[in-house]
């Protein structure tokens, strides 16, 4: 009888605990030795029926080789047995943003920061994304090495992919991109312009080109989303490394500074230049007008990343166009431009609900069978080797800071959501379309930035 009281006991428990998990036995929340970024070196397939949820945003590399993000579901399936429901849309925050309202969210999601629903940043601001320091001690599902292996030194040590200054790594590093100028070469041989090195230097030009065709201006961009790989990289050949960090982690005082000020007198200025469609078109249904204005030699730079030539691949252009890619202009003579390197993300929603399975997914993403899928599209990962065999246009672009442009990587640090601050876009990018079309001053808006940047110092996470 006592045996089979304790048995009973025993029954009882169990299935009070199974009751507290919903009758599934599974939770949307890590282990709390997970949450602790405790090492997991196992990967091995999971066997049981699970099917997961991967929205991924169809970019430029998904239109340079259609279908590329379901070849990489499959080969996960193959090799693990986990079914995969991919979403894959250019408007991705649009396809999944109600069921995320509504709490269904999927299991894994590839959305960078910096654009312009900002749905990445505020799931950060929220402190809505799973920690996946864990994922880096795991083996890649099918190879015996660690993820950690397999990323080069530094992308996981940056505020891209640790936006807590915590240690812990919340966003995985995915397809990276040197940004910068793109330009016609074609043009620039036709008419015997040389490349400028220094913003003195692009003024002038600016003046020539406009002498000898009204039409042509110096400058345009996609979206004012794309000022922020634009504005890091000045920053940093303005100001250097401890200018950059502090600005980016909005330093007391930073703002009064020299460098600070002249930062936002060649935005300011480069604003005058612009081709004043630009605006109207700067959202993400008409950002590839603007990426036309240079392919029809209505503007001479953009600021972009390696993804262009696929976006644009099926575009018309000028008999003369040949593209050509160089790095923000020096701040003086004999100093470095500077390049920003765009890293796009991987991330896992806190409420996923396959939370082990979308880890396995997050680690097969660098897998040798993963970067080779992801290649044909022209996304490269920041793995060792992968630049080695480029050719073409992308060996031109990866090899910008072999050319003696300074490397800028790193973004604005997160802080609290707070009552009428807005996102960093909204405080620090976005602005520019009214600098363009002359409904705000340079010194509002530097004033904005200064009131905005007090409060998110104020409530800097960490």
Excluded at 39 to 58: H, R
Aim: hydrophobic fraction near 40%.
């Amino acid at each position: 009888m006592k045996k089979f009281l304790s048995l009973l006991l025993a029954l009882t428990l169990v299935l009070s605990m199974a009751a507290c998990n919903g009758g599934n036995g599974a939770s949307s929340n890590p282990p709390s030795d997970q949450k602790d970024g405790a090492d997991s070196t196992s990967s091995e397939p999971t066997t049981q029926d699970v099917t997961i949820t991967v929205a991924a945003l169809a970019s430029g590399y998904e239109e340079a080789y259609p279908g590329m993000w379901q070849e990489v579901c499959d080969a996960f399936t193959a090799e693990t047995g986990i079914k995969v429901e991919l979403i894959c849309d250019k408007n991705l925050e649009d396809v999944i943003g109600p069921s995320m309202q509504g709490g269904d969210f999927p299991d894994v999601i590839h959305l960078a920061t910096g654009r312009e629903k900002g749905l990445t940043e505020q799931f950060i601001k929220d402190r809505n994304i799973a920690e996946i320091t864990d994922v880096l001690s795991m083996n890649i599902p099918g190879e015996n090495v660690k993820v950690s292996d397999k990323i080069v030194g530094g992308f996981t040590d940056t505020s891209v992919t640790n936006p807590y200054g915590d240690g812990k790594t919340y966003l995985a590093p995915m397809f990276y991109s040197p940004c910068g100028l793109f330009y016609n070469a074609g043009l620039f041989a036709e008419k015997g312009w040389a490349v400028p090195t220094t913003w003195d230097e692009m003024w002038a030009l600016a003046d020539k080109a406009k002498a000898e065709d009204p039409n042509l201006y110096l400058f345009t961009y996609p979206t004012t989303g794309y000022f922020d790989a634009f504005l890091y990289a000045l920053m940093y050949s303005v100001g250097g490394a401890d200018f950059f960090n502090n600005a980016t982690t909005y330093a007391e005082g930073v703002w009064d500074t020299p460098e600070a000020k002249e930062c936002f007198d060649i935005i300011a200025k480069l604003a005058s230049y612009t081709n004043p469609v630009t605006p109207a078109q700067a959202n993400d249904q008409d950002f590839t007008q603007n990426q036309q204005l240079v392919l029809d030699n209505k503007a001479l730079f953009m600021p972009n990343g390696t993804w262009i030539v696929g976006e644009m691949a099926e575009a018309p252009r000028a008999e003369n166009f040949q593209w050509g890619m160089t790095a923000l202009p020096a701040s003086k003579a004999g100093g470095s431009g500077a390049s920003y390197c765009w890293l796009e993300q991987a991330w896992i929603p806190a409420g996923a609900p396959n939370l082990d399975a979308a880890k396995q997914f997050v680690a097969f993403l660098y897998s040798d069978a993963a970067c080779a899928i992801f290649a044909k599209g022209g996304a490269v990962q920041p793995v060792p080797g992968l630049t080695d065999n480029l050719e073409g246009d992308n060996k031109l672009f990866y090899s910008i800071y072999d050319n003696g442009a300074d490397a800028a990587m790193g973004n604005f640090a997160a802080y609290e959501a707070v009552a009428g601050l807005g996102s960093v876009r909204e405080v620090f990018l976005d602005p520019v379309n009214n600098l363009v079309n002359g409904t705000l001053t340079q010194d509002q808006w530097i004033s904005d930035i200064k009131a905005a940047s007090d409060q998110m110092r104020a409530n800097l996470m960490g």
